[in-house]
C-alpha cells in the first residue's frame, strides 16, 4: 500500500500544538504518509516561547538529503526555518529533486511575539523561496509585512495578495483571523476566491496555521487542485478550532482529529438512534405523548453546524393505536425542524447533541418538576413578526427566550400560539437518555 508524501520543514514545538508535531498529525489525518525535517528545537508550551535553538545547518541539510533521496515526495511544506542557511539549502534541495509543490507557510512571530524567523533570513524567504511556492499561506500581520501595507478590510487584502503574488509565488491564501467582524479567508491564484465563516467562540488557538498549511499540502498530495484543496483544509481547521482541546493553562489547541471524530461517528449516531426508537417502541400505551402533529428523535454529530449533521427519522415517528411507529429508518438531514432545535441547544452546551417533542399539558409539566427535571418555557405570543416572517427562526428564537443567561434546561416548552401546537422538547446528551426520561413521564401519567 502507498500514500502520497509530505515532507514538513519546520521546527519542532514540545507542547505539540503546533510546529511539526501538529504538521506530521494533521498530514497523517488528512490522508497523505509525513516525513519532517526539523530546524530548530522551540521550548514552548500553551503559555508562549520560551526559548529558540536552531540545528546545526549540516544536520538539517543531512536530514533533506536522507529523505528526499529515498521518498517520492509530492509535496514540501515549510514552517518555521529560522534562519537564511536552512532557506537557502531547503530552495537548493527543492529544485535539485524537482518537488512539484510547495506550500510556503511563513512563520514569523508566534502569537505571543517571540521572533520565528530571524529578521535578515526575511529576504532569503521571499528571495529563494517564494519564486518555488504553489501557494504561501500568510496570516494578516505577516501579509501586512510581506505586502508593505496596512490591511483593514477585503480590498486591502486583495491588493495586498495581488503584491504578494508578485513576488513569486502561483497563489496566495491570506488568513483573515485577525480582522474585525465576520472572519474572511483570501485565496488568490489571479482571481479572487473568498472563504468566510461566522466567528467562532475560540478563535485564538494555539496551531490553526500549521494545520491549515499541512492540511492543504496532504490535499494537494492527493492530487487536489488548489481551490478544492483549501476548502477541505478549511473544514478540517474550523472543525480543530470548535473542538479545541484544553490541554494546558494557556491557550487552547487546535485539535487536528475533530473532523475525522465527527466523521466516525456518523454509524454511531444512526445505530443509537435505531436503539432508542426500539426502547420506546418497547413502552406499552407510550403513544399518548405524542402531538397531533407527530413527534421526532435526533441526534446530532459532535460540533455539528447544519441541519445535514443532524440525524433523526423521515416522515417522523407516529402514533399507531396506544403504541408508536415510524416512516423510515433514521438518517442525516431528515428533520430540519428538531435539528434547529438541536443546533440551537448545542449553541450553549455542545454537549446536548439530542432532543424530541412530545404533547403539552399542565401535567405533563408537573411530571417533569416532579422528575427533578428542569423546566424552561417561552412565550410564542412575545415572538417578533420578522422572526415569524422567515422560516425556521422560530426554535432558535424560543429556545434563547427560554434559557437566557441560565443554564440549559432538561425541558424547553411554550403554551402554543395562533396556529401553533403547544409542545414540549426534552434535551439530552443522547437519544437514549432522551427517551428514558419520556418513559418516566409516561410512567408517572397515573400517579
Known amino acids: 500500500m502507498r500514500r502520497p508524501v509530505v515532507l514538513t520543514v519546520a521546527g519542532s514545538d514540545s507542547g ?29 508550551n500553551t503559555q508562549g516561547v520560551e526559548g529558540v535553538e536552531s540545528l546545526p ?62 529578521k535578515k533570513a526575511q529576504e532569503a524567504l521571499i528571495a529563494k523561496l517564494f519564486p518555488l511556492a504553489s501557494l504561501v499561506t500568510p496570516n494578516i500581520p505577516e501579509a501586512e509585512v510581506l505586502s508593505g501595507m496596512r490591511i483593514e478590510g477585503e480590498e486591502e487584502m486583495l491588493e495586498a495578495s495581488r503584491r504578494i503574488r508578485a513576488l513569486g509565488p502561483k497563489a496566495v491564501l491570506i488568513k483573515g483571523g485577525h480582522l474585525k467582524g465576520e472572519p474572511v479567508d483570501l485565496l488568490y491564484d489571479g482571481e479572487p476566491h473568498f472563504f468566510r465563516h461566522p466567528r467562532l467562540p475560540k478563535e485564538e488557538v494555539h496551531g490553526t496555521g500549521c494545520v491549515l498549511a499541512s492540511a ?32 494546558g493553562k494557556g491557550r487552547a489547541v ?15 449516531v444512526l445505530e443509537v438512534l435505531e436503539a432508542a426508537f426500539e426502547r420506546l417502541s418497547s413502552e406499552e400505551g ?17 460540533l455539528a453546524s447544519s441541519p445535514e449533521e443532524v440525524a433523526a427519522f423521515p416522515g417522523r415517528i407516529v402514533r399507531l393505536g396506544e403504541g408508536v411507529g415510524r416512516v423510515a429508518s433514521p438518517r442525516f438531514g431528515a428533520s430540519r425542524h428538531i435539528a434547529s432545535l438541536i443546533l440551537a441547544v448545542m449553541q450553549y452546551d455542545p ?23 428542569s423546566v424552561k418555557e417561552f412565550d410564542r405570543g412575545k415572538e417578533p413578526p420578522e422572526i415569524k416572517a422567515e422560516e425556521g427562526k422560530s426554535i432558535p428564537w424560543g429556545v434563547r427566550e427560554a434559557i437566557g443567561e441560565g443554564p440549559v434546561p432538561d425541558v424547553i416548552y411554550d403554551r402554543g400560539d395562533w396556529g401553533k401546537e403547544p409542545m414540549v422538547r426534552i434535551l439530552g446528551h443522547d437519544p437514549l437518555e432522551v427517551v428514558e426520561k419520556a418513559i418516566e413521564i409516561h410512567r408517572r401519567r397515573d400517579g
Open 286 to 302: 407510550i403513544g399518548w405523548l405524542l402531538p397531533e402533529v407527530g413527534t421526532n428523535l435526533g441526534y446530532a454529530l459532535p
Open 351 to 373: 454537549g446536548l447533541r439530542s432532543a424530541m417533542n412530545i404533547r403539552y399539558s399542565v401535567k405533563i409539566i408537573e411530571i417533569c418538576s416532579g422528575l427533578g427535571l
Open 16 to 44: 505539540g500544538g503546533a510546529g511539526v508535531q501538529a504538521d506530521l498529525k494533521t498530514i497523517t489525518l488528512a490522508g497523505a504518509f509525513a516525513a519532517s525535517v526539523i530546524t530548530a528545537i522551540t521550548v514552548q
Open 216 to 247: 492543504i499540502a496532504a490535499e494537494l498530495a492527493k492530487g487536489q487542485g488548489l481551490l478544492e484543496a483549501v476548502g477541505a483544509a478549511r473544514e478540517l481547521v474550523l472543525a480543530g478550532i470548535k473542538g479545541a482541546l484544553e490541554v
Open 57 to 118: 545547518l549540516a544536520v538539517v541539510k543531512g536530514q533533506l538529503e536522507a529523505v528526499l533521496s529515498d521518498m517520492d515526495v509530492r509535496v514540501v511544506k515549510t514552517g518555521m526555518l529560522w534562519n537564511e542557511g536552512v532557506i537557502e539549502v531547503l530552495a537548493d534541495a527543492i529544485q535539485r529533486y524537482g518537488i512539484r509543490d510547495v506550500v510556503v507557510d511563513p512563520v514569523m512571530v508566534a502569537k505571543g511575539g517571540e521572533r520565528l524567523l530571524e
Open 254 to 268: 487546535v485539535d487536528p482529529y475533530a473532523l475525522t471524530e465527527r466523521e466516525l461517528e456518523r454509524g454511531r
